[in-house]
């Protein structure tokens, strides 16, 4: 099993209220509920900083597209991000 270290963070009455009934109805632990939730903000706030980092990068290296192509490549990174998410909640 991964070795886990506690963290502490101040929730305000409401945010804890929501937090009890949600682990309640889906029969978790808080903790469990609130690991899951910066283990998520984490790795979508990491995808976006790779994603921004790769385009200064290529700002920066390669010769620029147009708007069109780069919605496209945008649709494109989206789906792959969404399929991603998808596999790991099956």
């Given at each position: 099993m991964e070795s886990t270290s506690p963290v502490t963070a101040r929730l305000d009455a409401a945010t804890r209220e929501t937090l009890d009934r949600l682990a309640e109805y889906y029969?978790?632990?808080r903790s469990w509920l609130v690991a899951q939730a910066v283990r998520e903000y984490a790795e979508r706030e990491s995808e976006m900083?790779?994603?921004i980092e790769e385009g200064e990068r290529s700002a920066r290296e390669e010769p620029l597209i147009s708007s069109d192509e780069m919605l496209d490549w945008i649709a494109a990174k989206r789906k792959e991000i969404q399929a991603k998410r998808n596999k790991e909640a099956a």
């Open positions: 029969d978790r632990s900083l790779a994603f």
